[in-house]
């Protein structure tokens, strides 16, 4: 079973995101929905999923920021980064964390 995690500020939008997983994908786990940057270290470091959905603008820091500090510790950690804008610099920055 994989473990997933959810960060994002707008408690729609992990909703969304737990229902569609859990519907579509019973194979994973969801541990943890942390609303901000700050709270995805932490949950992340603790709890090591294999997977992160992450929001890039959150209070605090910002998804950029958070998936700097989980990859520095945890490189096998797969981050999809999710975003309603349509900035390039955001697309650039996104494959630049890899």
Known sequence: MHKLMIVDDEFLSRFVIKSLIQKNFPDIE???E????RQ???YGLNL???IIVMDIRMP???GFEASRVILNELPST????LTAYDKFNYVK????LG
């Open 78 to 81: 797969q981050i999809l980064i």
């Open 40 to 42: 995805a270290i932490e």
């Open 93 to 96: 920055e996104a494959l630049d």
């Open 60 to 62: 605090g820091l910002n």
């Open 30 to 32: 969801i541990v943890a």
């Open 34 to 37: 942390p609303e901000n940057g």
């Open 48 to 50: 090591k999923p294999d």
